[in-house]
């Protein structure tokens, strides 16, 4: 739960949020399954109700024609053509009987033969048509819409006999007759299915349907042994059943023709009706399904994109936070975690960087100082400096041993105040000159000279700077040289660039070695510092920049010159106590 | 990457199955326009048709399965056939064009024409039969179309082109029956009567005469010095071919003449009295083989040749005419014209229905006789037919471009009818017609007095001598003089009209 936090949360939404949806839909679809498969079933009622109720109707009305003629005097009189006497009133009689049946047959759109039979005279009066002709043997008794078949088709009867009884050696005197061809029906179905029902037929178990003349004949066969069971049902109760055939579940609608006997049915592929919303049902369920996944595969992106590196970042930090400052990120995402992955690694890397550099300076900072305590604390120079003072007390230079007493405690003194790290340009040039002083004394082979920008003199320098470079001077510069020897220390600006030398006229050094110097002075970052130049030019550096430092380089005179070089910084402000912080701009 | 890849497949699968769903019900969605470049209309028509006759099972079948395919293929459309009794045809069919039902097409004689679009029942067709009849134009005759064109427009199709000179002027025999007597032709009224003496001598079940319609200009040929053309077929009128006179025929001598051997036929029992007054069943007598002869019409022994082979497999017809030195007349080279109501839906369509039927002989043999092989065969280039009954009758649609001999046809049959036409003369009749609006009530009571009293002098039932005279002052006094006026009057002006 805590580890796929975002995951489980939008998942449980989407649950929620789709869950109603699914629930409400699949209530509704039932309902207008329902709704649609009790309307289809009224209307299929309706319909097959009203058209059986027709299609009696209309059987009634043949019958009804077949009384009206039979009570008609015209055709009792034409059965006894002797009784009329007169041709003009037969034919008179004859062509009135003959437009009444033509009459009575044309009414409305069924076409059924309507006839008057004279067995005993031979005479037919019939309804004129071609085809519907009257079949050859009329049934030997009394039908009420018998259905019979010769070679000429199947076709359902209705006759009436005068008189009603009658034998195979006396044949009634008048029969009317009305005969609708199986044909006939056929094409009333065909308009039944044309006007909405799917596929009507007539049926009659054990005998074959009357189709429809479009009727798909396979089907129906395949439906009959559904059918049959029409038989045993009481009538009226039940009006369908269900069926399989072809794949497909049928509604069958039965309706009996009460004047017939037969059943008018017509199905309904209610599977196939049903098809269209089923298959939105699926659909609809497919796409829900589809976009559940889909939310699931969004949120493991998602999950993937966001949750996963930012755990990562978290890890790093946790890292940083502990103090392994060389944790980087790697494989870095695409998009937004890049950026942010690039800026976490500059930021470790700033990190990293500021931590060992302050580390490093530090110690340098102390070794530098130490090493700078160290070298002041020289037993020969103080031997020899008490050895001066004796002899000239010894010599009764009084004045001479004073002086040198207190050149030697006043340098002294400016040493040993180790409290201070800086002093003015001008505190050290009064120390250098009281050292000078002190060994010109003890020496006497060398004068010395100041040549100082006044602008110089109160900027503020590590404190016994200077004075290294003098005793370097001092110690290498005259020692074999026969000549006089002169040490210059000049004092320059240029801008807020600060340059300070101490020159000497002595031999100078080999190009290598100053070269060698150089190369020493540029790596000292790195190097623990062995020579006294080398902690200068590194002190320096520590406090003015990596631009500050010491350099090296031959003299006017001929010797070498010695120059401390930075740049004042702004404001030429006094630094900070312990020489570092905003000074340290890279 | 691959994350991305996912992402936008799950995408794709979410929208095409978007799609899917919506256009899940747009399958049906039905295009209605016009036409394509086809010919075939972008819309679907029922086209409503009357024909006259009876519909049989198999051409049920056929109209529901083969033909009706065809048409949805080639002229998206089906046909619905509303099929009226013989008998009642005329009556049937008046009255649903006075009505308006909203059928689009149906058949009826040339004569009635003239009296339909009188009376507004149809609808002038010049504009539909250029645009879409080109196939009728190319295959009837431009003669022929002159017959249904009245003040300058073109009211029917006439849908026959074929021979047709003295039409309902001969007689149609059972050949074989003549044959068996030991005749071989029949050239007068007296061959007639033999005919049927010798023949009722052998077998007293046969039937002499059938009179359906029209018959009394076959025995004009021989009982008239004249050339005589029937007005029409009301037996009221006649032109005289020679002097271009019409004829009052019901007061004529040769109207007598005509009487008084209807009443010895009568006696001679070739008219049976017993069915004068039952019209169904003389041709229930025709369809069962008993009948003798009959008034023929050019191509009937063609015709009926099926029916009565139906009857009497080794049956013969022919046609003769009497007194076959006369001339024949030409007065309407199409009696069938096809008409589209003015209340027709599809006008458009039931034009192009009829082209249809001219396009090709394939087309014409399968709306006539069906699918190949299964209704009819061809074979040595005559037709035989494999059912009895034809959708619509062959004789509307006959044309000589498409025409084909059924096998049991003899040839010499074939050849009457093919050379017909040959050295026939164009009557003095064509192309007129009788505008009956101004003598419509007279007209109507004509006819009425016409079917009450002289009905029973044309059948021979009422001798002429004791029933004329009293005929024919009901006949004049329901106005008959004032309609043969008219007509007069009429036919004068059509003849001066006339180059």
């Known amino acids: 739960m805590k580890r796929f936090g975002i995951f489980a949360k939008m998942m449980i939404m989407l649950m929620i949020l789709l869950t109603p949806i699914l629930v409400l839909y699949a209530i509704s679809n039932r309902t207008s399954t329902t709704v649609l498969t009790q309307e289809i079933m009224k209307v299929k009622r309706n319909q097959i109700e009203s058209s059986a109720g027709q299609l009696n109707q209309l059987f009634a009305q043949f019958d009804s024609y077949k009384k009206m003629l039979y009570e008609s005097t015209d055709v009792r009189n034409l059965a006894y053509p002797d009784l009329l006497g007169d041709d003009l009133l037969q034919y008179h009689t004859l062509r009135t009987v003959s437009e009444e049946i033509n009459r009575l047959a044309g009414y409305g759109n ?99 349907p009357i189709y429809n003349y479009s009727a798909n004949r396979g089907l129906i066969r395949g439906l009959r042994p559904a059918l049959q069971f029409i038989r045993n049902l009481p009538d009226g109760e039940q009006t369908f059943l269900n069926a399989d055939a072809d794949g497909n579940t049928y509604q069958i609608h039965f309706q009996k023709i009460e004047s017939l006997g037969w059943y008018l049915v017509d199905y309904i592929p209610i599977s196939r009706i049903m098809k269209p919303i089923n298959r939105d049902r699926t659909m609809f369920y497919s796409i829900s399904g589809m976009m559940l996944f889909m939310a699931v595969c969004l949120s493991f992106l998602l999950y993937r994109n966001i949750r996963i590196p930012f755990r990562k970042l978290l890890q790093s930090m946790n890292l940083i936070e502990k103090g392994i400052y060389s944790s980087r990120m790697r494989d870095r995402p695409p998009g937004e975690f890049r950026i942010l992955y690039d800026r976490f690694n500059a930021m470790a890397e700033r990190i990293e960087d500021l931590i060992e ?162 190369t020493a002075f540029r790596s000292v970052k790195n190097e623990e510092i062995e020579s006294g130049l080398l902690n200068v030019h590194r002190r320096m550096q520590l406090l003015f920049g990596d631009d500050a430092g010491l350099r090296i380089m031959p003299s006017d005179s001929g010797g070498v010159a010695a120059e401390l070089r930075w740049t004042v910084p702004e404001g030429n402000g006094s630094l900070t106590e312990d020489g570092k912080g905003e000074l340290r701009v890279v | 990457m691959p994350s991305r890849w996912l992402l936008s497949i799950l995408t794709l699968i979410l929208a095409s199955a978007i799609v899917v769903a919506c256009n899940g019900d747009n399958e049906n969605t039905e295009t209605s326009g016009k036409e394509t470049d086809g010919g075939k209309p972008d819309d679907f028509v029922t086209l409503k048709m009357i024909m006259p006759g009876d519909e049989s099972a198999r051409m049920r079948e056929f109209v ?19 099929y009226i009794p013989w008998g009642s045809y005329q009556q049937k069919l008046e009255l649903s064009l006075s009505t308006g039902e909203d059928y689009d097409l149906f058949w009826h004689g040339t004569p009635f024409v003239s009296g339909y679009k009188s009376k507004g029942y149809i609808q002038p067709l010049d504009e539909l039969l250029q645009k879409y009849g080109q196939n009728l134009i190319k295959n009837i005759p431009a003669e022929n179309f002159k017959l249904d064109q009245i003040d300058g427009k073109q009211w029917a199709i006439p849908s026959q082109a074929f021979t047709s000179a003295g039409k309902f002027t001969s007689v149609m025999v059972r050949q074989d029956l003549l044959e068996s007597v030991g005749m071989t032709e029949i050239r007068t009224i007296a061959d007639l009567e033999a005919f049927y003496r010798k023949m009722h001598a052998i077998d007293p079940s046969y039937y002499g005469y059938l009179e359906t319609d029209r018959g009394h200009e076959v025995l004009w040929r021989e009982l008239s010095g004249e050339n005589l053309t029937a007005f029409d077929e009301r037996n009221l009128f006649a032109v005289n071919e020679d002097t271009g006179e019409l004829v009052n025929y019901v007061e004529s001598d040769l109207y007598k003449k005509v009487a008084h051997l209807r009443e010895d036929w009568v006696k001679k029992g070739i008219i049976d009295k017993n069915l004068v007054g039952n019209p169904q069943s003389k ?46 007349y030409i007065v309407a080279p199409s009696n069938e014209a096809y008409m589209i109501p003015a209340a027709a839906k599809h006008a458009e369509r039931a034009m192009m229905f009829m082209n249809w039927i001219l396009k090709s002989k394939d087309n014409y043999n399968f709306i006539i006789f069906g699918v190949e092989g299964k209704y009819y065969r061809i074979e040595n280039g005559k037709i035989k037919l494999l059912t009895n009954d034809q959708l619509m009758y062959e004789w509307m649609w006959r044309n000589k471009n498409y025409f084909t001999a059924p096998t049991n046809v003899p040839d010499d049959v074939v050849r009457d009818m093919l050379h017909n036409d040959d050295n026939a003369k164009i009557s003095r009749l064509f192309g007129f017609h009788f505008n009956e609006e101004p003598v419509k009530k007279e007209m109507a009571q004509v006819l009425t007095v016409y079917k009450e009293k002289f009905d029973l002098i044309n059948s021979g039932l009422v001798g002429y001598n004791s029933g004329f005279s009293s005929a024919m002052t009901a006949l004049k006094k329901a106005g008959y003089d004032k309609v043969f006026a008219e007509l007069k009057k009429q036919f004068n002006e059509f003849n001066a009209g006339r180059p």
Not at chain 1, 111 to 140: H, W
Not at chain 1, 373 to 397: C, D, R, V, W
């Open chain 1, 357 to 518: 550099v302050v580390l490093k300076e530090q110690i340098q900072s102390k070794e530098a100082n130490l090493k700078h305590l160290q070298s002041q604390i020289n037993p020969h120079f103080l031997y020899n400096t008490l050895a001066y003072i004796k002899s000239m007390i010894e010599l009764g230079e009084k004045e001479a041993a004073i002086a040198m007493t207190m050149s030697l405690s006043k340098y002294y003194r400016y040493t040993t105040k180790s409290g201070k790290k800086l002093a003015t340009v001008r505190e050290e040039l009064e120390l250098v000159s009281h050292y000078l002083q002190i060994h010109r004394s003890l020496t006497d082979s060398f004068e010395f000279e100041f040549e100082m920008d006044d602008r110089l003199l109160d900027l503020e320098v590590p404190r016994l700077i200077l004075q290294p470079l003098v005793e370097n001077v001092v110690l290498h510069a005259f020692k074999n040289n026969d000549e006089y020897g002169i040490v210059r220390i000049v004092g320059r600006m240029d801008g807020d660039a600060a340059r300070l030398s101490v020159e000497d006229n002595g031999p100078g050094m080999p190009l290598p070695d100053l070269d060698a110097l150089q």
């Open chain 2, 283 to 328: 041709i229930d007598q025709e369809n069962a083989g008993k009948l003798l002869f009959r008034v023929g019409a050019v191509s009937r022994a063609m015709e009926n040749l099926q029916t009565a082979q139906k009857a009497d497999s080794g049956a013969k017809l022919r046609e003769y005419f009497l007194a076959p030195d006369k001339p024949r």
């Open chain 1, 110 to 208: 069924w076409k059924a033969v309507i006839a008057v039979v004279y067995p005993k005279t031979g005479m037919v009066i019939r309804s004129n048509s071609n085809l519907n002709a009257l079949p050859e043997l009329l049934p030997d008794h009394d039908a009420y819409w018998d259905y019979r078949r010769d070679d000429r088709g199947s076709y359902f009867i209705d006759t009436f006999s005068y008189p009603d009884q009658w034998s195979n050696t006396e044949q009634p005197d008048i029969r009317v007759v009305v005969k609708v061809d199986e044909t006939e029906i056929m094409s009333q179905l065909t308009e039944l299915k044309s006007g909405g029902f799917s596929d009507p037929i007539l049926f009659l178990p054990d005998a074959d």
């Open chain 2, 64 to 82: 529901d399965n083969e033909l009706n395919d065809r048409l949805k293929n080639d002229l998206n459309m089906k046909l619905e056939l509303t």
